[in-house]
């Protein structure tokens, strides 16, 4: 810790060790709490590294007076990771100058006010040897050949106010440690999400009355017209094999027939489990056009990665140690509790 404590950053707490989230284009809103003893006015900036490791200042302000927070937003344009700390600092110059313009006026200290100013200012010339406001506002303050109010008035120039806050002339500088955010594409922030059952598309109804499932060649046809209506994300529920066991029929019907599909979420069965896709679905080829697909359409895909297994998962058997097994030997499979 610096000699000016800087606490309680936001948006992510030193503490926290998971990085903070945006979305590309977010006005994020930085505030950390500054304070110092005394009377001396603060300076506090916010210290912004982009992804690609520019570095950028941005001057933070008390979000009224008396509670020691300090605010800044800032709109981050890049996706990855953005590191921010903040930067405190002892503002010797608006101290100075809140004090000479009362003291100096009353005639109170007045040799020792201007002897400070004048060494203020030759610090910030001496800095920038080439900056003309600052230099000749310098020599104005010095000269003891005019009257006090008159070498204050070079202190208080607009001009000279502008290039210190280019550059403030400071003391005591105190900095926090760095912290993250994490800034994903602008769709991880906001979206239209369309819930799609790929094998309800293009299913057909044979003249028996049995269903042959769609899949996602024929789900795909209709992707263009999900995008017309505005939407930006497809949700799929699980595209994996669906387990046969406890089975039900259509309308939660207790004796499922030899074509009854079951439930998605029932996850696992011979053809395999959460790495295989439903065979009526199609292939991992057909799956990959399906994505073409979407994205061809303006339209990103998203997947219910369920973590559960129907007690006809491979898993079972090959991995009986990743599930609770109940005292007649069955597993704990994903079932949902008494109502």
Known sequence: MGRI????????????????????????????????EGHDVLGVDLLLTDPEGTQTKHRMHEVGEGFDRWHAKVLLDAQGTWLYSVQAWNDDWATWLHNAEIKVPAGVDVPLMLLMGTQLLSRAANADPEN?????????????SVAP??????????????????????????LSMPLEVRVERARAGVGSWYEFFPRSEGA???????????????????LPAVAGMG????????????????RKGPNNTLNPGPADPGSPWAIGS?????????????????????????RKSGLEVAIDLALQCSPD??????????FTTLPDGTIAYAENPPK
């Open 5 to 36: 404590p800087i606490r309680d950053l936001s948006p992510q707490q030193p503490e926290n060790h998971w990085p903070a989230k945006a979305f590309v284009g977010e006005v994020v809103p930085f505030e950390a709490t500054v304070f110092k």
């Open 132 to 144: 003309k406001v600052l230099t000749d506002a310098a020599k104005a303050i010095a000269s003891k």
């Open 149 to 174: 109010l008159v070498r204050l008035a070079a202190a208080t120039d607009p001009r000279v106010t502008v290039e210190i806050e280019k550059q403030p002339i400071a003391s005591l500088v105190s």
């Open 204 to 222: 057909k109804k044979a003249i028996n009355g049995t269903w042959t499932s769609g899949n996602f060649r024929t789900a795909a046809r209709r």
């Open 231 to 246: 939407f930006d994300v497809i949700y799929l529920p699980p595209i994996h094999p669906i387990g046969v066991s406890f």
């Open 270 to 294: 011979k053809e395999g489990g959460h790495d295989a896709i439903h065979p009526e679905l199609g292939t991992v080829a057909d799956f990959t056009a399906f994505i073409d697909t979407a």
């Open 313 to 322: 998962h491979p898993w079972v058997t090959e991995h009986p140690e990743w």
